[in-house]
């Protein structure tokens, strides 16, 4: 994700000059090549995202693009005060174009313990007005955030994996503009994933699909409750919603903006809100067997899922 991102922004940046890069010391190779042939457009801030949000607000105040760079829990939660009043605040009387681009999203820094997962940003940043929070599920969808990105103004938090991921769209990327993109069409129940659970969900609807049931699969990428008109059209036709987040369950994430969005316009469906379920763990393992501990794994969601439409279904 980061590096088909970072690509599209270095082929951009010879022919726009109104585009910076800011980052708080965190690399990759795409990322020597813009330092290199862009240097008066290029900035390492240092480990001090604090100062990396507010160097980048008044580089937006003077026009400039911004997209500001960093691990997600750290471009977040560290410098969250800055976020909220020099990003979201400022942006309320003030026009920015300014992209948070955070890398490790949920669990996908996987050996590097709670520190550096990052289970509380869509709660977070889906909590300020005026910022958008953009949460793609493979590399496709990562690159073709870059146009929505240049398109739209005001402040955006992009959320990416930091593992490769297999590949969603091979056929074509997804329409940002619409906020989510639907890969299958089921009869009761839509599972309607973000990021990384996305993947998850596939799983699941193959197995359930082996069972003889259908399922529908949605990617929900724009987790700011903008697309309301077409998801509505889009969920009205099930019975029961069932939401996939690698966030915590239950606090105020994906789970939140579909409560409200299935109150607010009367949808008679019911949501079962899938999320990580207790508190922070320490414990080692792989991606998959730290999901399954805390109910976010294809075995644990495939077991709620069936639960969900048997009691549908009473």
């Known amino acids: 994700m980061r590096d088909a991102f970072l690509q599209r922004i270095w082929q951009t940046m010879a022919g726009d000059q109104s585009i910076f890069f800011a980052c708080a010391d965190f690399g990759s190779p795409v990322l020597d090549r813009i330092r290199a042939d862009f240097p008066e457009r290029f900035v390492n801030v240092g480990i001090a995202e604090q100062n990396l949000i507010n160097v980048s607000a008044g580089l937006a105040l003077e026009g400039y693009t911004v997209f500001a760079y960093a691990i997600a829990p750290f471009i977040t939660m560290r410098c969250y005060e ?14 920015m174009n300014i992209n948070l681009v955070g890398v490790g999203a949920g669990y996908s ?24 929070v953009l949460s793609p599920s493979d590399h496709v969808s990562a690159g073709v955030l870059f146009d929505y990105c240049i398109a739209n103004s005001g402040p955006k938090y992009l959320r990416f994996d930091a593992q490769v991921l297999p590949v969603v769209y091979e056929g074509g990327a997804p329409d940002i503009d619409i906020g989510f ?98 508190g ?35």
Do not use: W
């Open 181 to 278: 993109h639907i890969h299958r069409r089921g009869r009761d129940v839509v599972l309607l994933a973000t990021g990384y659970m996305l993947h998850t969900a596939f799983k699941v609807a193959d197995q359930l699909a082996g069972e003889g049931v259908s399922v529908g699969v949605i990617d929900l990428i724009r987790i700011s409750g903008d697309s309301c008109e077409q998801l509505h059209a889009e969920l009205s036709n099930y019975q029961g919603i069932v939401s996939l987040e690698e966030g915590f369950q239950g606090r105020g994430g994906m789970d939140a903006m579909l409560f409200d969005f299935i109150a607010r316009s009367g949808l008679q469906a019911r949501l079962l809100n899938i999320g990580v379920s207790g």
């Open 82 to 95: 800055q976020v909220r009043v020099s990003l979201a605040l400022l942006s309320e009387v003030r026009p």
């Open 280 to 314: 922070y763990r320490f414990e080692l393992g792989s991606r998959a067997e730290l999901h399954e501990q805390v109910g976010i794994g294809p075995i644990s969601v495939h077991s709620k899922v069936r639960g969900f439409m048997s009691a549908l279904s009473s």
């Open 109 to 132: 820094y996987v050996v590097s313990g709670p520190t550096h997962q990052c289970y509380e940003d869509i709660t977070l940043m889906r909590a300020m007005p005026n910022m958008r």
